[in-house]
């Protein structure tokens, strides 16, 4: 059977079961957007390629498939960097196909010409230029093993125009063997006999769960280790929703705006079980006084997260539902004796800590933001998907709605992209059409990617966006306020277009709130309609996210409320 | 945590880019490479990648760790601690008056190198060893005068065990 490139690409597509694209024409790609339309894949066009990425990151975030992007060569390609480098950062599982000038063009300067593999290549998982047509099926099918497995990531391919319309004798390709990629899924049981022993013996244990956990879908092995153990569980901004957000045992976040239970628990536990975490800075604070008592079992599929930023005393390569699933059977075997009364005194303190110091802000007579994020929690009884944008908006989303189950906070954490919650919604939205999505985006990052409103109305797609209205960069306007004497430079967002007649010019609803009063009659009506929804909550300008962490402090020196 | 020489053999897949892709890995993490050495092997599919770094044991796992992630890596071998053999190999063009050439060609003798090359003025010598010899060779002829030099880096193999 004689195919040109654009056509072997479909039928290696369809046999990946890819359903959705999220992508923008343009010169080189013409053959391959031709192809796709004669095809069922459904392709969901943007309005500026880092759109794209984020929309399928958004898609991959909520469904745990891989994502899928196309776009053309030149500006296109390069509008998707932060995209990537966003799915890099949370290893979320993509492949983007960018166009390319022909390959007896390349180098030369051509129009629309880019080194997207050069640009990419620290931003990707992998990524390749195809030369050959012979090549394009082999190179996809290898594509997509890459992203989903082992930690998971953005593969880029880089498709010449030659590529994708030269026709050649299509043969389905064998069995693709990666000699030099075989991910470690499965765990070494004499290190997991060494964390058992641990385990027993530790005293005042933690877990701290990640994205790893959401990522290898882990989450009931999770819960059953710590129910099990009866460990209290604190997650990194990734890992909200690996543990139930409402179980007695959450602790909530731990890092720069961690709970305070969260933090102290750190300082003063005597063993942290991690699992899929890397032990970021946001989490740790100052490294050499991050958990000084404590003995730390790492579990991940990556060995690099391993000892990069912090000490382990049992590190465990392999996937987190696997290996706490080894685990859960090993402890199965162990007496561990009256937990209630072994842990009695350490969930007390914790205890302690929570009603000392719970998360809090002072209501007053103008709109909270935490009010609105709480309100929304309530009325949707925490079942939506929620995306965010980055910055305040993205904490106080993080601290107020209390994730029961995975997959369902969907936010850039590593990257810490602005822009990224509005076509992320429009992704979760395209796989779970009849889930609520809703967007807790601030004033400032809205503005990075409105243009994908759009997007959103031209494919029927309810997505609720909540605007935290503050006028101002509110996070950088915060450390200004702490460590910068209130020097607000260049972070007023004043003259901000008017959101409700914006959404009205989009054929959106638009609706507004400017007393604590209205907010929930706003987010009843909003949340309950039909339609693709923009919701501006003017809150109280100066609000900031507490408790704070000074970037560099250890993490158990907070400033509170 | 004290840092120490380490010389890395790494196996890679003969493409075009993966010297790029190891190259930024360096770059983009903020780790040295020192010296670096590549060639295809036995197997035109593979290449052998020869290279000095300069870290402290925890930032060599590091490496030896982000290395193995790369796809186009096959195999890291960390030789620095173990049995192998190194040599490089350099090109010196020295100064070569009259009234000291005997004095060059003792040298040359002393080390077994070769003269490879003869102008009026100077000598390009060949020198292969490992880096002792290297700056030995190298202290005796600076005072002679040495006009340029191009160095292989170093490249080593494991010993087989007997």
């Given at each position: 059977?004689?195919?040109?490139?654009?056509?072997?690409l479909?039928?290696?597509?369809?046999?990946?079961?890819?359903?959705?694209?999220?992508?923008?024409?343009?010169?080189?790609?013409?053959?391959?957007?031709?192809?796709?339309?004669?095809?069922?894949i459904?392709?969901?066009?943007?309005?500026?390629?880092?759109g794209?990425?984020?929309?399928?990151?958004?898609y991959?975030?909520?469904?745990?498939?891989?994502?899928?992007?196309?776009?053309t060569s030149?500006?296109?390609?390069?509008?998707?960097?932060t995209?990537?480098a966003?799915?890099?950062?949370?290893s979320?599982?993509?492949?983007?196909?960018?166009?390319?000038?022909?390959?007896?063009?390349?180098?030369?300067?051509?129009?629309q010409?880019?080194?997207?593999?050069?640009?990419?290549?620290?931003?990707?998982?992998h990524?390749?230029?195809?030369?050959?047509?012979?090549?394009?099926?082999?190179?996809?099918?290898?594509?997509?093993?890459i992203?989903?497995?082992?930690?998971?990531?953005?593969?880029?391919?880089d498709?010449?125009?030659?590529?994708?319309?030269?026709?050649?004798?299509y043969?389905a390709?064998?069995?693709?063997?990666?000699?030099?990629y075989?991910?470690?899924?499965?765990p070494?049981?004499n290190?997991?006999?060494?964390?058992?022993?641990?385990?027993k013996?530790?005293?005042k244990?933690?877990i701290?769960?990640?994205?790893?956990?959401?990522?290898?879908g882990?989450?009931?092995?999770?819960?059953?280790?710590?129910?099990?153990?009866?460990?209290?569980?604190?997650?990194?901004?990734?890992?909200?929703?690996?543990?139930?957000?409402?179980?007695?045992?959450?602790?909530?976040?731990?890092?720069m705006?961690?709970?305070?239970?969260?933090?102290?628990?750190?300082?003063?536990?005597?063993?942290?079980?991690?699992?899929?975490?890397?032990?970021?800075?946001?989490?740790?604070?100052?490294?050499?006084?991050?958990?000084?008592?404590?003995?730390?079992?790492?579990?991940?599929?990556?060995?690099?997260?391993?000892?990069?930023?912090?000490?382990?005393a049992?590190?465990?390569?392999?996937?987190?539902?696997?290996?706490?699933?080894?685990?859960?059977?090993?402890?199965d075997?162990?007496?561990?004796?009256d937990?209630?009364?072994?842990?009695?005194?350490?969930?007390?303190q914790?205890?302690?800590?929570?009603?000392?110091?719970?998360?809090?802000?002072?209501?007053k007579?103008?709109?909270?933001?935490?009010?609105?994020?709480?309100?929304?929690?309530?009325?949707?009884?925490?079942?939506?998907?929620?995306?965010?944008?980055?910055?305040?908006n993205?904490?106080?989303?993080?601290?107020?709605?209390?994730?029961?189950?995975p997959?369902?906070?969907?936010?850039?954490?590593?990257?810490?992209?602005?822009?990224?919650?509005?076509p992320?919604a429009i992704?979760?939205?395209?796989?779970?059409?009849?889930k609520?999505?809703?967007?807790?985006?601030?004033d400032?990052?809205?503005?990075?990617?409105?243009q994908?409103m759009?997007?959103?109305?031209?494919?029927?797609?309810?997505?609720?966006?909540?605007?935290?209205?503050?006028?101002?960069?509110?996070?950088?306007?915060?450390?200004?306020?702490?460590?910068y004497?209130?020097r607000?430079?260049?972070t007023?967002?004043?003259?901000?277009?008017?959101?409700?007649?914006?959404?009205?010019?989009y054929?959106?609803?638009?609706?507004?709130?400017?007393?604590?009063?209205?907010?929930?009659?706003?987010?009843?009506?909003?949340?309950?309609?039909p339609?693709?929804?923009?919701?501006?909550?003017?809150?109280?300008?100066?609000?900031?996210?507490?408790?704070?962490?000074?970037?560099?402090?250890p993490?158990?020196?907070?400033?509170?409320? | 945590?004290?840092e120490?020489?380490?010389i890395?053999s790494?196996?890679?897949d003969?493409?075009?880019?993966?010297?790029?892709?190891?190259?930024?890995?360096?770059?983009?993490?903020?780790?040295?490479?020192?010296?670096?050495?590549?060639?295809?092997?036995?197997?035109?599919?593979?290449?052998?990648?020869?290279?000095?770094?300069?870290?402290?044991?925890?930032?060599v796992?590091?490496?030896?760790?982000?290395?193995?992630?790369?796809?186009?890596v096959?195999?890291v071998?960390?030789?620095?601690?173990?049995?192998?053999v190194?040599?490089?190999?350099?090109?010196?063009?020295?100064q070569?008056?009259?009234?000291?050439?005997?004095?060059i060609?003792?040298?040359?003798d002393?080390?077994?190198?070769?003269?490879?090359?003869?102008?009026q003025?100077?000598?390009?010598?060949?020198?292969?060893?490992?880096e002792?010899?290297?700056?030995?060779?190298?202290n005796?002829?600076?005072?002679?005068?040495?006009?340029?030099?191009?160095?292989?880096?170093?490249?080593?193999l494991f010993?087989?065990?007997?």
């Amino acid at each position: 059977m004689k195919l040109t490139g654009a056509q072997i690409l479909m039928e290696v597509l369809k046999e990946e079961g890819v359903d959705t694209i999220f992508g923008f024409p343009g010169g080189v790609i013409i053959d391959v957007f031709d192809e796709l339309a004669k095809t069922d894949i459904k392709h969901i066009l943007v309005r500026h390629e880092q759109g794209a990425v984020h929309a399928a990151d958004g898609y991959a975030r909520a469904s745990g498939r891989v994502g899928v992007c196309l776009v053309t060569s030149g500006p296109g390609a390069t509008n998707t960097v932060t995209g990537i480098a966003t799915a890099y950062m949370d290893s979320i599982p993509l492949v983007i196909f960018t166009g390319q000038v022909p390959t007896q063009l390349i180098g030369n300067d051509a129009f629309q010409e880019v080194d997207i593999v050069g640009i990419t290549r620290p931003c990707t998982k992998h990524n390749y230029l195809v030369k050959r047509t012979e090549d394009l099926a082999g190179i996809v099918k290898e594509a997509f093993i890459i992203a989903a497995s082992g930690r998971p990531g953005p593969v880029l391919i880089d498709l010449p125009k030659d590529v994708s319309n030269t026709k050649i004798t299509y043969k389905a390709p064998k069995k693709i063997n990666l000699k030099s990629y075989k991910p470690t899924y499965n765990p070494n049981m004499n290190q997991l006999h060494k964390a058992v022993k641990l385990i027993k013996n530790a005293r005042k244990p933690i877990i701290f769960a990640g994205g790893g956990v959401v990522l290898s879908g882990g989450s009931k092995e999770l819960t059953e280790l710590a129910h099990k153990t009866r460990i209290p569980v604190t997650c990194s901004l990734m890992g909200l929703g690996a543990f139930p957000g409402t179980d007695p045992l959450c602790l909530g976040m731990i890092g720069m705006h961690g709970t305070y239970r969260a933090n102290m628990s750190s300082g003063d536990c005597d063993l942290i079980i991690a699992a899929g975490v890397r032990f970021d800075d946001r989490v740790t604070g100052k490294t050499d006084t991050f958990a000084p008592n404590a003995k730390i079992v790492h579990i991940d599929i990556d060995p690099t997260s391993i000892r990069k930023n912090i000490p382990v005393a049992v590190p465990v390569v392999g996937d987190c539902k696997i290996t706490l699933g080894y685990l859960n059977r090993l402890l199965d075997k162990e007496a561990l004796g009256d937990l209630e009364t072994k842990r009695k005194k350490w969930l007390d303190q914790i205890n302690q800590w929570k009603k000392t110091k719970p998360l809090e802000y002072k209501q007053k007579n103008i709109i909270k933001p935490q009010y609105v994020v709480e309100k929304l929690y309530e009325l949707t009884k925490g079942e939506a998907i929620i995306t965010t944008e980055v910055g305040q908006n993205q904490m106080w989303a993080a601290q107020y709605y209390h994730f029961k189950k995975p997959n369902r906070f969907i936010t850039s954490g590593g990257l810490g992209c602005m822009g990224f919650g509005l076509p992320a919604a429009i992704g979760a939205q395209v796989a779970f059409p009849n889930k609520l999505v809703v967007d807790i985006a601030g004033d400032g990052s809205i503005q990075m990617n409105i243009q994908e409103m759009a997007t959103a109305m031209q494919y029927s797609l309810p997505v609720k966006v909540v605007i935290l209205n503050n006028q101002y960069l509110g996070m950088v306007r915060q450390w200004q306020e702490l460590f910068y004497e209130k020097r607000y430079a260049a972070t007023g967002m004043e003259h901000a277009p008017d959101f409700v007649k914006l959404a009205e010019a989009y054929g959106a609803i638009g609706l507004r709130a400017t007393k604590p009063e209205e907010v929930e009659p706003v987010l009843i009506k909003g949340l309950a309609s039909p339609k693709t929804v923009i919701m501006d909550f003017a809150v109280e300008r100066e609000e900031c996210v507490y408790p704070m962490v000074p970037a560099g402090a250890p993490i158990t020196e907070m400033l509170l409320v | 945590m004290t840092e120490q020489k380490h010389i890395l053999s790494i196996l890679v897949d003969n493409q075009p880019g993966v010297l790029s892709r190891i190259a930024g890995l360096f770059s983009g993490r903020g780790y040295n490479i020192e010296s670096l050495s590549v060639a295809a092997t036995m197997d035109p599919l593979v290449s052998r990648i020869t290279m000095i770094t300069i870290a402290d044991t925890q930032i060599v796992e590091q490496i030896i760790k982000q290395l193995h992630k790369l796809i186009n890596v096959i195999k890291v071998y960390a030789l620095t601690g173990t049995s192998y053999v190194q040599r490089e190999m350099a090109l010196i063009k020295v100064q070569a008056k009259p009234e000291r050439r005997a004095e060059i060609l003792r040298i040359v003798d002393i080390f077994r190198c070769k003269v490879v090359d003869v102008g009026q003025d100077h000598y390009t010598l060949e020198v292969t060893g490992d880096e002792g010899k290297m700056t030995a060779i190298l202290n005796l002829l600076k005072p002679i005068g040495i006009k340029e030099i191009a160095k292989t880096g170093i490249i080593a193999l494991f010993r087989e065990s007997k």
